[in-house]
């Protein structure tokens, strides 16, 4: 269960907001114009990575085959 929100960190919290956007209005306009415009996403660039860079597949072998410890077994 969460702790009950202790008076003073809410005056605080007032405070800051009343500091930075001026009222409590400005700060709900900025708040729902972020929520209704996010962050515009940047394309990706599509280069050709060096063989060291490029990103590491795991391989399995198949059911039954190769040699591990815990490899399928036929019997």
Known sequence: MPEAV???SAVQLLRQILDRYGSLEAFLSQLYRELDQPT???PRLNLD???WMEPLT???PGRGEG???HAWRSR
């Open 58 to 60: 795991a391989t399995t």
């Open 6 to 8: 202790d008076s003073a």
């Open 49 to 51: 990575l060096p063989a």
């Open 40 to 42: 515009e996403e940047i």
């Open 67 to 69: 040699s591990g410890r």
